[in-house]
């Protein structure tokens, strides 16, 4: 897809938002840059963009038909989604259900450990501060949401998870934890933006516990790509891959 230019709204560091004809809309591109600590760690990964839209888009769709807003308008090409124009809320917000990560680093629980119910942890998206962990007390007198707004994020949040757990349990997949970023609409309503993919969730084989993310890279292993088409695979129905002429 060929994308002028002078329509870039946003250049994030896996992706690129332009504005399209309709005001409300844009269209987000998904790069192949794949970053890790901070930006320190950085490559280029052919497909990488390709894969995850296909995940973070059928996942949407999912969670659309569970009632939950989300940008997602449509993937006119893989790699590109039409999506409704958010203003973004700076909150990364965290969920968690197997103990993974920094969570470890920082805090003495055991790896594998689980959260019934699952951790949510929101942090300030914000590279310049490293995007340090917030309390409620932090968002609000930052002025970056309101305890209303806390709420209905907690709630859209617990949400999502039970709905895509679920779905990549049944898939077998685990989903030890995720990060996802809110906006409001014209209209100031809570919708879901960014991205769900393995660059932003861990997946897990049930059976194996095999790593099927971002963590493959951020340890320096192989067979990234291999992992992220691999996900897509179990992800997508052959409805899916018919819809979008995939090959594979
Ligand atoms: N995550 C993310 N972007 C960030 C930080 C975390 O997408 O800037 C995701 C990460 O992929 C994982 C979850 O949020 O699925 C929890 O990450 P964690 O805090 O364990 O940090 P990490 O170990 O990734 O440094």
């Known amino acids: ?29 998904f790069r192949d840059d794949i970053t890790a600590g901070d930006g320190a760690k950085k490559e ?18 999912l969670l659309e038909d569970a009632g939950i807003k989300t940008q997602y308008i449509d993937l006119p090409e893989p790699g590109f989604m039409l999506s409704h124009k958010l203003d973004m809320i700076p909150l990364e917000v965290i969920t968690r259900n197997i103990a993974a990560g920094s969570l470890l680093r920082r805090f003495p629980f055991q790896e594998g450990q689980t959260f019934n119910p699952p951790i949510i942890q929101m942090d300030f998206k914000n590279d310049e501060y490293h995007d340090p962990m917030l309390n409620d007390d932090i968002i609000h007198a930052l002025g970056i949401a309101s305890n209303q707004d806390l709420e209905i994020i907690r709630k859209i949040t617990m949400k999502i998870n039970q709905v895509i757990k679920d779905f990549l349990e049944s898939r077998g997949l685990l989903f030890p934890d995720f990060k996802i970023e809110f906006g409001r609409d014209y209209m100031g309503n ?53 819809r979008w002429n995939l090959d594979f």
């Open 190 to 242: 809570i919708v879901l933006g960014d991205e769900i993919s393995p660059d932003t969730c861990r997946f897990w084989d049930q059976k194996t516990r095999d790593i099927m993310d971002k963590d493959l890279f951020r340890k320096g292993e192989s067979g990234v790509i291999e992992a992220y088409q691999k996900v897509t695979n179990i992800i997508l129905d052959e409805k899916d891959k018919k």
């Open 44 to 61: 280029v990964m052919g497909m990488k963009g390709y894969y995850n839209s296909l995940i973070s888009a059928k996942l949407f769709m």
């Open 1 to 29: 897809m060929n994308l002028d230019k002078e329509n870039l709204l946003y250049r994030g560091k896996a992706k690129d938002v332009y504005q399209t004809n309709h005001p409300q809309q844009v269209m987000v591109k």
